[in-house]
């Protein structure tokens, strides 16, 4: 495995944490109650903490002069390896409670995983994370049962965001050529070995929550190859303002 695969693996993984994270912080100061608010606030907070790790050591590989900074905000779009299920709009609570849980299922997965990843660095990033990640995915999942087996608004909603967002978990599972690369080296995990579990998961959960699974046979993909919706240039546009309108610029 080259550093440029190793890099790029990492991107992978990153990319997710900082634009769902930078979703999440889109809701501050709107959440449905106060402590609803404060508890998603955390989440992004603790997935902006663990992208500054990964990001932090992208940037001891990287062989030019730069910083964590230069990594979150001066790529352009296609270098954003992130899957497409993170860049969804907050359309209304029960689109975000249902992305979350969706990503939060498998974030926690992957993190169990890669625990044991003879990459000694992402072993320490992973076995830090995964105490806040289980508290994300209890928040999510408690959620989605109370909305899913709550009033009939309630269960109508969150079914249509069950619905939206369905056909985009399985890129979850999907690997590139820098995974393969990482795999192989034992440094990274092979997440489509974490699918059956997953899928397994998510239905007993939506079975309890009384919601209906999609009965689909397509599913949405390219984020792992840099090609995303049209959501995420809006994102990058508020995410990376302050850096590109005063460049260079230390805070």
């Known amino acids: 495995m080259t550093n440029q695969n190793l890099i790029k693996y990492i991107y992978g993984i990153a990319d997710n944490a900082l634009i769902l994270g930078q979703r999440i912080s889109e809701l501050c100061g709107h959440g449905p109650t106060l402590e609803t608010d404060i508890a998603m606030t955390n989440i992004a907070l603790d997935l902006l ?4 790790s990964y990001y ?9 002069d730069i910083t964590e900074d230069d990594v979150a905000f001066l790529r352009k779009e296609r270098e954003y390896l992130n899957v497409l299920l993170v860049e969804q709009p907050n359309t209304d609570f029960a689109h975000v409670i249902t992305r979350q849980y969706f990503f939060d299922e498998f974030h926690f997965r992957f993190l ?45 909603k969150i ?19 820098d995974d393969v690369a990482a795999i192989n080296s034992n440094h990274g995990i092979d997440v489509s070995g974490l ?18 699974i999609p009965d689909l046979d397509f599913f949405q993909k390219g984020g792992k190859k840099g090609i995303h919706t049209e959501h995420m240039g809006f994102i990058l546009s508020d995410l990376q303002y302050m850096q590109r309108t005063y460049p260079n610029m230390k805070w």
């Open 49 to 52: 903490g663990q992208t500054r």
């Open 112 to 156: 169990e995983q890669l625990q044991e990843s003879q990459n000694v660095n992402l072993q320490a990033i992973a076995k830090k994370s995964i105490k806040e990640v289980a508290y994300h995915r209890q928040f999510s999942r408690d959620w989605v049962k109370r909305l899913g087996d709550g009033t009939e608004v309630s269960h109508e």
């Open 56 to 64: 932090q050591y992208i940037a001891e590989l990287s062989k030019e």
């Open 195 to 212: 699918k059956n579990d997953y899928f397994n998961q998510v239905a007993e959960v939506l079975n309890e929550a009384t919601l209906k």
């Open 159 to 177: 079914q249509l965001a069950v619905s939206n967002l369905w056909p985009y978990t399985n890129e979850l599972f999907m690997t590139t050529n």
